[in-house]
């Protein structure tokens, strides 16, 4: 069972990984090439769209499998790893990503440039800094799936 557990969590930590590493090297460099107005509305949309059952369930699965998993599964220090890696893309998503969404869900009418000034360079930052973390805790559940096996 814990094996299966380990499994289901890496392959959430997996999807949430390919989620950011899409967002950071062709979503928002797609959108920097845009005018303020279209780049604004654009991320209105998505910051409004993902936030749906799926994503969410996908997003907070990984916590509660790895969480299992580190107390049942094989290669506990992996998993632990892996466990320590996800939450710090958790904790900054929601400390960081997610209040810059509000504040760029806040802009009004002709705010378009001061609110994507506002958003843009410190949303990629913390952006990166989650996409790395989830790609480790990625790299973490392998390595703990091969180790267990």
């Given amino acids: ?5 380990l499994a289901a969590g890496t392959a959430g ?8 590493l899409a967002f950071a090297t ?3 460099p797609g959108l920097a090439r845009g ?7 654009a991320m209105q949309h998505v910051n409004v769209a993902i936030v749906n059952p799926l994503f969410v369930s996908v997003f907070v699965a990984p916590l509660v499998l790895l969480g299992v998993a580190v107390f049942t599964g094989p290669a506990r220090w992996w998993v632990l790893a892996a466990l320590v890696l996800y939450v710090v893309t ?3 998503t929601g400390a960081g990503n997610i209040p810059l969404n509000d504040a760029l869900a806040a802009a009004g009418p002709g705010e378009d440039a001061a609110a994507r000034q506002a958003f843009e360079d410190p949303w990629n930052r913390l952006h990166l800094v989650r996409t790395a973390a989830v790609v480790a805790s990625f790299g973490c559940c392998l390595a703990a799936l091969v180790r267990g096996a």
């Fill in 13 to 20: 930590t997996g999807l949430v990984a390919g989620i950011f």
């Fill in 26 to 28: 062709a979503v928002m």
């Fill in 1 to 5: 069972m814990s094996n299966y557990l």
């Fill in 90 to 92: 958790v904790l900054v």
């Fill in 35 to 41: 005018d303020d107005r279209t780049f604004v509305a």
